[in-house]
C-alpha cells in the first residue's frame, strides 16, 4: 500500500474544532492515547463516551496527565479513578512524575488510520472548543510514520515506572489537604507537589505473613542529623513523626534507591546508653527534600516481635555469615544474600 500523510491545522475558530473532531474520530478508534497536563469534567465526557460505545468492539485508552500548577482539581482526580476502576480492561490512567508535565496530545488508531492531534490545547472544555489554540492534524495510513515517533515518545513515559504512575497510586487525600491552583511557578520550588508526585514505593503490609525470603539491607551510618535538616523533614513529612516512624538520610541515590528496593533494614545506631546497637526495620516510605545533610531519605518502623541485639552480641554472629563490620563504626550500606538475612532473622526472632 502506498504510504499517504495528510496534514492540516485546527485553531477552533470554524465549525471544525478539535472537539468536534475527537468526537468524530473516537467513534471508531480502537486504540486512544491521550496527553495532557490540565483536564476538567467536560473533557472526561468524552472519554466515557468512548468507553460506553457498544458499538466499538475494541477499545483501549490510556490517558497521561500532569499536575503542573496545581491545575487539576481534587474531583476531577477521583473522577478519573472512578473511571479507572469501572473501565479497567479497557483503559490507563497514568500521572506523569515530573510536575512540569504540559503536553497536549491525541493518538488515535482506527486500524486503517493513524490520527495524531499536537498542539496547545489542553484537553479541557475550552481548550477543545474555544478559539485561542492552535493544533496540527496528522492523518496516515500507516503506523511507521509520525504517529509512530508519538507513540514512541508517549511509551517512553507512560511505560516507564520511574516517570509515570497509575492514578489508582495517587495520595489523593494529601493532595486535597493542599490543593490551591497555582497559576505559574518561576521556578521548581513547589515542594509540596513534587513530594506527592514521586514514584511511590511497592506497597507493603504493615506486617508480612513470613519474612522469610525477605529482601534485606545491611545499613551503618556515623553521626547525627542536623536540626535544620530534621525540621524540614517534620515540616514536609508530619505524618512520619505522627506514624512513629525513624528515618535516614542518604548522600548517594543509588544507595537511597537500593534501600527504597529493600523488605527490611538492619539497622546499626546508638542506643540510649551510646552503644551501638542492631535492629530490623520495615521500610515504610520515601521522600527527596533538600536538606543540609542531604536530599535522599526513607522512613521504617520497627519489625514487630523483633530483639535489638547490642553489637558486642552480634557482631560474632555477622563474622560467621561474613559480614564484615568495623567495632569504631565505619559506613556501610549493602545488601545480605538470603542465607545471611534468615540466620541473622532467626537471631532477633523474627519469623
Not at 545499613?219 to 523533614?233: A, D, E, P, T
Not at 551510646?274 to 520497627?302: C, H, L
Request: net charge positive.
Amino acid at each position: 500500500m502506498k504510504s499517504t500523510f495528510h496534514f492540516d491545522l485546527i485553531t477552533n475558530s470554524t465549525n471544525i474544532t478539535l472537539e468536534s473532531e475527537l468526537d468524530f474520530h473516537l467513534q471508531g478508534a480502537q486504540e486512544v492515547c491521550i496527553a495532557s497536563a490540565f483536564i476538567n469534567q467536560g473533557a472526561v465526557e468524552h472519554l466515557i463516551n468512548y468507553l460506553e460505545n457498544r458499538k466499538q468492539k475494541t477499545k483501549f485508552l490510556r490517558l497521561l496527565v500532569g499536575l503542573y500548577g496545581r491545575f487539576n482539581s481534587p474531583q476531577i482526580l477521583s473522577e478519573l479513578m472512578r473511571i479507572q476502576n469501572r473501565y479497567s480492561a479497557n483503559c490507563q490512567i497514568r500521572i506523569a512524575v515530573n510536575e512540569r508535565f504540559h503536553w497536549k496530545c491525541y493518538l488515535l488508531d482506527t486500524g486503517k488510520k493513524q490520527i495524531s492531534f499536537v498542539g496547545s490545547a489542553n484537553f479541557t472544555s475550552n481548550g477543545i472548543s474555544e478559539s485561542g489554540e492552535m493544533v496540527v492534524r496528522v492523518v496516515e495510513n500507516e503506523k511507521n510514520g509520525f504517529s509512530k515517533r508519538g507513540r514512541d515518545e508517549f511509551n517512553k513515559i507512560f511505560d516507564n515506572a520511574e516517570e509515570s504512575f497509575s492514578i489508582l497510586q495517587f495520595p489523593l487525600e494529601k493532595y486535597k489537604s493542599l490543593y490551591k491552583p497555582q497559576p505559574y511557578y518561576e521556578s521548581n520550588s513547589d515542594t509540596n507537589l513534587s513530594e506527592l508526585l514521586k514514584k511511590p514505593l511497592k506497597p507493603k503490609s504493615a506486617i508480612f505473613k513470613s519474612y522469610k525470603g525477605a529482601k534485606v539491607r545491611l545499613l551503618i551510618q556515623n553521626g547525627y542529623m542536623k536540626v535544620n535538616s530534621v525540621k524540614i523533614v517534620s515540616k514536609y513529612k508530619s505524618e512520619w513523626e505522627r506514624l512513629s516512624y525513624d528515618y535516614s538520610c542518604f548522600d548517594s541515590k543509588r544507595n537511597y534507591i537500593k534501600a527504597c528496593e529493600a523488605d527490611l533494614i538492619l539497622y546499626r545506631e546508638r542506643n540510649n546508653e551510646g552503644n551501638w546497637a542492631y535492629t530490623f526495620y520495615q521500610v515504610m516510605d520515601k521522600t527527596e527534600i533538600s536538606t543540609p545533610d542531604g536530599k535522599y531519605f526513607i522512613a521504617y518502623k520497627k519489625v514487630k516481635g523483633s530483639l535489638t541485639r547490642k553489637q558486642s552480641i552480634i557482631i560474632k554472629k555477622l563474622e560467621e555469615l561474613n559480614i564484615s563490620v568495623s567495632k569504631r563504626g565505619t559506613a556501610i550500606d549493602r545488601n545480605l544474600t538470603r542465607k545471611q538475612s534468615d540466620e541473622l532473622m532467626k537471631d532477633f526472632r523474627i519469623k
